[in-house]
């Protein structure tokens, strides 16, 4: 088992869980749902607007990539905390994953002026660590 | 999320209210933006003040309508975007892509 002090899973409690139908307009209520839990626990502002748009982000992805947009599948998201204050956020989708070489860096030139191609990026500048599970179909992400 | 278009001076001023985000906010937008771009409209000022958050999808579609702005002769500026939007757009390296002001009427008298 891994230890707290590299954000491992030792003395997790769950604040919550949520699954959600595959569909865009689904996605909201769960990071509304994260962010009021948040405030319940008086995380401060900054902090909680870093972990809800990388729950947006992950969501999305399971939503669009995961579930190709298909409302029979669903995307949930499991939130955690430990004694110490670090969240923790799992968000799972039924896909078959996804190669992250093929991620590009949406600050190149090429890239800037694309319509996609950031969530995964953003998710990694927000979050303080982000693992990759089941090929990507699961993605842990924690905040200190 | 609410979408308020006023008119002046040539320009449209977007006042936006709410998570600018993907799915119904971002396809209000869209739409909105799509519809004034039909009319002929290519000069815009997107107000960000109660826009606490924009996520991947909302900062695509303001980049898309930047590009297709200045394609058509026109721009698409920011007007007061929250301390946590900055963050965002920076983080993504499209922040500089955009004029940004602190105030409506320095930001339609830009477009003279």
């Known amino acids: 088992m891994s230890s707290k002090a590299d954000g491992g899973s030792k003395d997790l409690r769950e604040l919550l869980q949520l699954t959600i139908p595959a ?17 319940g626990l008086e995380v401060p502002e900054q ?27 669903s995307v949930t998201c499991r939130l955690e905390s430990d004694g110490d204050g670090r969240i923790i ?21 090429e890239n800037l002026y694309a319509d996609h ?15 990759f599970e089941r090929g990507g179909a699961e993605i842990r992400m924690w905040k200190y | 999320m609410d979408i308020n278009v006023r ?16 799915g119904p906010a971002v396809d209000s937008l869209r739409q909105t933006m799509e519809e ?21 999808s909302g900062i695509g ?14 721009n698409l500026k920011l007007l007061q975007p929250s301390k946590f939007a900055i963050q965002t757009l920076r983080l993504v390296g499209v922040l500089n892509l955009f004029e940004v002001y602190d105030a409506e009427d320095a930001a339609v008298e830009s477009f003279s």
């Open chain 1, 23 to 39: 569909k865009s307009e689904a996605v909201a209520s769960v990071t509304d749902a994260v962010g009021e839990t948040l405030t």
């Open chain 1, 47 to 73: 902090k909680r607007l870093e972990i809800c748009l990388a729950v947006q982000e992950a969501l999305v992805n399971g939503v669009v990539h995961g579930c190709g947009n298909d409302p029979s599948k």
């Open chain 1, 89 to 109: 956020i799992v968000v799972t989708d039924p896909g078959p994953g996804f190669n992250l070489a093929s991620v590009s860096d949406p600050k190149r030139g």
């Open chain 1, 117 to 131: 191609g950031r969530g995964v990026y953003l998710i990694h500048q927000l979050m303080d660590k982000v693992q």
């Open chain 2, 7 to 22: 008119k002046r001076s040539q320009v449209q001023v977007v006042q936006l209210r709410g998570q600018l985000r993907m």
């Open chain 2, 36 to 56: 004034a771009v039909g009319a002929g409209d290519t000069r815009f000022v997107i107000n960000l003040s109660e826009v606490p958050m924009i996520d991947s």
């Open chain 2, 61 to 74: 579609l303001l980049v898309k309508l930047l590009a297709s702005t200045k394609q058509r002769g026109g």
